[in-house]
């Protein structure tokens, strides 16, 4: 029997995305500011491909302007470097977006240095990596934020709570746990090197797994009542009875079949955790060019 609340991610993104549209409205009518989202994409990744145009269609909607640009794959760093160049120059340009991963002959970290931190909506700028750990303003990085709302929605104050984050990487599990740390939680970050995982995870009354390890996080590891978001999306072969052979279905890092009878709310995978990060791109997008132009985000 299922115990837990499923909170659902698809629901609350549109919600957010409207409130997005919303705010658009109002810049637009009292500012005459049209917010911009710039996507660079390099190569033709069929799932990056996804990704860009789903973004795209995702600023259209918003009310916002989307400034595509498609790369071919033996674009040369300098070449990219001087694009980003132009769009940190451009004053219709409010966010920029640069789709990972990039080829092999273009550095990474070059890539998102270049970036001006103002208008780094992905929130990897090393400036913006620093303002998130100082407390400072900063953009943040959409996934966690994502998760971060999520969790004061359902949970109100954080203040106390004891918070797990699964996973250290520089994109989800390292700025999760310092938003977690600056809502007052008291956290602790588990990695592939954590002894007794599960005796963690059992204590947490939020746990937060963002691992790409299917189904690792199992029902008696978790709390009961805990709030767990589950950040993983995994793709494996369809194992539900009556599944045609060769099918394949996305799954977190926690058993969700177990976990939804100890936890007291989860995210579902599909459904949870991956609507909310182009949701908070938007949002991200909002802020930057409210900031450049010098005025208060909409209150909607
Ligand atoms: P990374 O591979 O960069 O990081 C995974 C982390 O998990 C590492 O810190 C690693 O530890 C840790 N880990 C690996 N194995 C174990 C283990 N057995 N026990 C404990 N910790 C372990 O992944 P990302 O952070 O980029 O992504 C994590 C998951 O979230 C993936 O499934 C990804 O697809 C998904 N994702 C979903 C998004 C969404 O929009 N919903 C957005 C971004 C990611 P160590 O550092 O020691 O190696």
Redesign the pocket.
Known sequence: MSGADIIDGKAFAANVRADVGKQVDVLKREHGLVPGLAVVLVGEDPASQVYVRNKGKATVEAGMHSFEHRLPVETTQDALLKLIEELNAAPAVHGILVQLPLPDQISEAAVLAAIDPAKDVDGFHLINVGLLSTGGEGLVP??PR?CLMMLKDRLGDLTGLRALV????????KPMAQLLLGANCTVTV?????KD?DEECRRADILV?????PR?IKGDWIKPGATVID????RIDDDRPGAEPGKTRLV??VDFDEAVRVAGAITP?PG???P??IACLLANTVTAACRAAGIAEPEV
Do not use: Q
Not at 166 to 173: A, D, F, K, T
Not at 209 to 213: K, S, T
């Open positions: 959409c996934t994502g699964v996973g250290r990487s520089n994109i989800v599990g588990a990695h592939s090197r954590t995982l797994a963002a691992v790409g390890r690792m950040v993983g999306m995994n977190g890092d995978v949870g955790v991956g909310m990060t």
